[in-house]
């Protein structure tokens, strides 16, 4: 399961939307996943999947931490001016990169490699034998993390314990302000 279907199930929902790739006409009355197996509504979805793979797996390795923080002051200007520009809009951020340094709490054994053989375009080769122990794995294929890490991600971005880990505030704190009892940050 994805990354969304974890951070569903922590709000409380329980029917989770179908993807889009498999959903029926009937479907699109009630809404569509469009963040799995890269469908999307834009032509150019899916399109940048080798380069997109090599950032994930550039993110977790990386130790240039002054880029990485010039980007994040970037990311949090563009969603201060979205906040700004929208104000019946609530946009936050959450920091994978920060989040994935703290990724070290799981154990996990591999970071760097998928579970499974994967392709050119970076998905799971067809056919082929995935790690036994894929628990102790980041990323099931070159792109996607495994299981273990979307529960930690989903778990972080809800409740986030890092004031690092979003921007200008986390998922719980979100649905705080839409009820009107969250105190300003």
């Not at 029926?24 to 999947?49: F, H, K, P, V, W």
């Not at 409740?159 to 921007?167: E, M, R």
Request: contains cysteine.
């Amino acid at each position: 399961m994805d990354l969304f279907v974890f951070v569903a199930e922590i709000l409380g929902f329980h029917n989770n939307i179908p993807p889009f790739a498999t959903a029926r006409e009937a479907d699109m009355l009630y809404g569509l996943n469009y963040a799995s197996g890269s469908a999307g509504i834009r032509d150019e979805t899916g399109q940048e999947l080798l380069s997109a793979a090599s950032s994930v797996s550039v993110r977790v390795r990386s130790k240039e931490t002054s880029r990485v923080r010039t980007r994040e002051n970037r990311q949090a200007l563009t969603i201060d001016q979205l906040n700004d520009d929208l104000p019946d809009a609530k946009i936050i951020y959450n920091n994978s990169y920060r989040i994935g340094e703290d990724s070290t709490v799981l154990d996990l054994k591999v970071n760097n490699t998928a579970c499974c053989p994967s392709s050119a375009i970076a998905q799971c080769i067809p056919g082929q034998i995935p790690c036994q122990n894929r628990t102790q794995y980041m990323f099931w294929d070159s792109f996607h993390p495994t299981e273990i890490f979307n529960i930690f991600y989903a778990e972080r971005s809800y409740s986030a314990l890092d004031p690092s880990y979003a921007y200008p505030y986390d998922i719980r704190h979100l649905i705080s302000l839409d009820q009107g009892v969250a105190e300003a940050m």
